[in-house]
C-alpha cells in the first residue's frame, strides 16, 4: 500500500495536509529525490541523501531532519507500506508561511510519499525506447534537483504526444540531458555521456554506471555530444532510478544504428542489475 509523511507524522496517502501558505506549492521553492527500493532495502540511499542535501545547499535551504534521521523515518514508511519493490519520493521546501517573496522565518518542511514501484514494461527494456529531441528551455541550474520542473513536464508530455518514450534536450547544438533522465552515446566501443556541469542533473544511477563502466573495462569519458554524434551513435541509452539502464533505438524517427540495443548497452544493464542485487544481498 502506499503512505505518506509529513514533518515527522505519518499519515493515510490520500489525507489533505497541504495548507495553502506552503511555498512549495506557491513558489515551487524546494528540492526533491526519488529512491528505489528494491526487496525492501532503498538502493543507493545514502548517495540520494546527499543529493538532497547539496541540491537544498544549493538554494540556501537549511533542511529540518539530518540524513539519519530521514533514513529511519524511511525504513518506518516502509514497514508501513510492507511493500518490497517501491518509490519514496522525498520533498523539502522552505516552509509554511504567508506568501512574500523573501525569504521567511520558517522552518522547512519535509513531505514523503512511498508508494508501489512503477512499472516499466519489460519490452522497453529489452526492445529500447523511442526519444525525441526539444530544445532545451529550462534554467541554467538543472544540478539542483528543483521542484521547478515544468520544462521538463512540457517536454516529456510533448514527447509522449509525438509518440516517444523521452524528450532529449539540446542547447546549442550539444545534448544536455534527458527530461527525466541521464543520455549515454557508445561509438567505437567507447562510452560517453555530456559532461558533469550546471546543465545537468548529476544522476545517482549516472554515477553508478560510469564506475561500473570502469570495473568492465570499458572505456568512458565525460565529453561534449553534439546532435551529429547522437545521431552516428553505435549505441545509445537513457538512465534515471526508475528507468535503470533503457536502450534507445530511435531519434526523431530516425534509427540508432541498426535499431538494436547494443552490446555495451546490455553488459550495462545487467551489470546495473547485479549491482543493486548485490547490496540488497549484502
Same mark, same amino acid.
Given at each position: 500500500?502506499?503512505?505518506?509523511?509529513?514533518?515527522?507524522?505519518?499519515? +493515510?496517502?490520500?489525507?489533505?495536509?497541504?495548507?495553502?501558505?506552503?511555498?512549495?506549492?506557491?513558489?515551487?521553492?524546494?528540492?526533491?529525490?526519488?529512491?528505489?527500493?528494491?526487496?525492501?532495502?532503498?538502493?543507493?540511499?545514502?548517495?540520494?541523501?546527499?543529493?538532497?542535501?547539496?541540491?537544498?545547499?544549493?538554494?540556501?535551504?537549511?533542511?529540518?531532519?539530518? +540524513?539519519?534521521?530521514?533514513?529511519?523515518?524511511?525504513?518506518?514508511?516502509?514497514?508501513?507500506?510492507?511493500?518490497?519493490?517501491?518509490?519514496?519520493?522525498?520533498?523539502?521546501?522552505?516552509?509554511?508561511?504567508?506568501r512574500q517573496h523573501l525569504f521567511p522565518n520558517a522552518s522547512a518542511s519535509t513531505t514523503m510519499t512511498i508508494r508501489p514501484a512503477r512499472n516499466v514494461p519489460q519490452a522497453y527494456w529489452?526492445?529500447?525506447?523511442?526519444?525525441?529531441?526539444?530544445?532545451?528551455?529550462?534554467?541554467?541550474?538543472?544540478?539542483?534537483?528543483?521542484?521547478?520542473?515544468?520544462?521538463?513536464?512540457?517536454?516529456?508530455?510533448?514527447?509522449?504526444?509525438?509518440?516517444?518514450?523521452?524528450?532529449?534536450?539540446?542547447?546549442?547544438?550539444?545534448?544536455?540531458?534527458?527530461?527525466?533522465?541521464?543520455?549515454?552515446?557508445?561509438?567505437?566501443?567507447?562510452?560517453?555521456?555530456?559532461?558533469?556541469?550546471?546543465?545537468?542533473?548529476?544522476?545517482?544511477?549516472?554515477?553508478?554506471?560510469?564506475?561500473?563502466?570502469?570495473?568492465?573495462?570499458?572505456?568512458?569519458?565525460?565529453?561534449?555530444?553534439?546532435?551529429?554524434?547522437?545521431?552516428?551513435?553505435?549505441?545509445?541509452?537513457?538512465?534515471?532510478?526508475?528507468?535503470?539502464?533503457?536502450?534507445?533505438?530511435?531519434?526523431?524517427?530516425?534509427?540508432?544504428?541498426?535499431?538494436?540495443?547494443?552490446?555495451?548497452?546490455?553488459?550495462?544493464?545487467?551489470?546495473?542489475?547485479?549491482?543493486?542485487?548485490?547490496?540488497?544481498?549484502?
Open positions: 500500500m502506499s503512505v505518506a509523511f509529513i514533518n515527522g507524522e505519518f499519515v +493515510p496517502v490520500e489525507q489533505k495536509v497541504l495548507p495553502i501558505d506552503e511555498r512549495g506549492h506557491q513558489f515551487g521553492d524546494g528540492v526533491y529525490e526519488v529512491i528505489r527500493v528494491y526487496a525492501g532495502s532503498p538502493f543507493m540511499l545514502r548517495e540520494h541523501l546527499q543529493r538532497l542535501a547539496r541540491s537544498a545547499a544549493a538554494i540556501q535551504l537549511q533542511l529540518n531532519y539530518s +540524513p539519519d534521521e530521514l533514513e529511519q523515518y524511511i525504513g518506518k514508511g516502509l514497514e508501513q507500506a510492507n511493500e518490497s519493490e517501491a518509490e519514496v519520493y522525498i520533498q523539502v521546501t522552505r516552509g509554511i508561511t504567508p529489452e526492445n529500447g525506447v523511442s526519444v525525441a529531441l526539444m530544445d532545451d528551455e529550462r534554467w541554467a541550474n538543472c544540478f539542483i534537483k528543483s521542484l521547478n520542473l515544468l520544462p521538463n513536464v512540457l517536454a516529456k508530455q510533448t514527447a509522449a504526444n509525438a509518440g516517444h518514450y523521452e524528450a532529449v534536450f539540446v542547447q546549442n547544438g550539444y545534448i544536455t540531458e534527458g527530461s527525466s533522465s541521464n543520455v549515454f552515446v557508445v561509438k567505437a566501443g567507447k562510452l560517453l555521456t555530456p559532461r558533469n556541469s550546471k546543465k545537468i542533473l548529476s544522476g545517482i544511477t549516472r554515477a553508478a554506471l560510469l564506475e561500473l563502466a570502469l570495473e568492465l573495462g570499458i572505456p568512458a569519458e565525460e565529453a561534449d555530444i553534439s546532435v551529429e554524434d547522437l545521431k552516428a551513435a553505435d549505441e545509445l541509452f537513457i538512465t534515471s532510478t526508475t528507468m535503470e539502464v533503457m536502450p534507445v533505438h530511435t531519434i526523431d524517427q530516425q534509427p540508432v544504428n541498426d535499431g538494436k540495443p547494443g552490446p555495451i548497452t546490455r553488459q550495462l544493464q545487467q551489470a546495473y542489475q547485479q549491482l543493486y542485487r548485490k547490496m540488497i544481498v549484502g
